[in-house]
């Protein structure tokens, strides 16, 4: 049965890729893709720390991540 041997091949290949891609993935990966397809993430430009773009604070066009960096980058 040459068609069966190929399916399980098919199938061994795709849990292998599977698991694979799995292994290269950060565990943290899913929860960070759900909150880069609901918000944009950016960074302050005063401390780094990466802040929704709802409730980032732009000064001149620089994003901050509180008013208080924003004052203190000035
Ligand atoms: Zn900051």
Known sequence: MFI???VILLVIVAVLLW????????EAEPEQLKSDKSENMLQ??????HVPESSIVSINDEPYCCQ???DLDQ
């Open 68 to 70: 208080e960096h924003a």
């Open 19 to 26: 698991l694979l891609k799995r292994m290269f993935s950060p």
């Open 4 to 6: 069966l041997r190929l």
């Open 44 to 49: 302050c430009k005063y401390c780094g720390v």
